[in-house]
């Protein structure tokens, strides 16, 4: 039998982010693409002022947005 191997970096936040504020992460990302060409800190800013997440949970959604798949 495999072992699955375990979420890192910041999709390791989003099953506590989907429970804490009570949308799927795709939600979210739907936000921070309507928010138009900002930077990191200021989407995480965003987040925070307008939506009431902590840091460490925007900073992760902003993170996993911008990243390169």
Known sequence: ???SQKVQG??????SIEKKYGH???HWFGVLQG???LKHME???LLK???GLGHGHANA????HLSPR
């Open 1 to 3: 039998m495999e072992k």
């Open 10 to 15: 910041p999709a390791s936040y989003f099953p």
């Open 24 to 26: 799927p992460v795709e």
């Open 35 to 37: 928010a138009g060409n």
């Open 43 to 45: 989407l995480v800013a």
């Open 49 to 51: 002022s307008e939506h």
């Open 61 to 64: 959604l902003v993170a996993y």
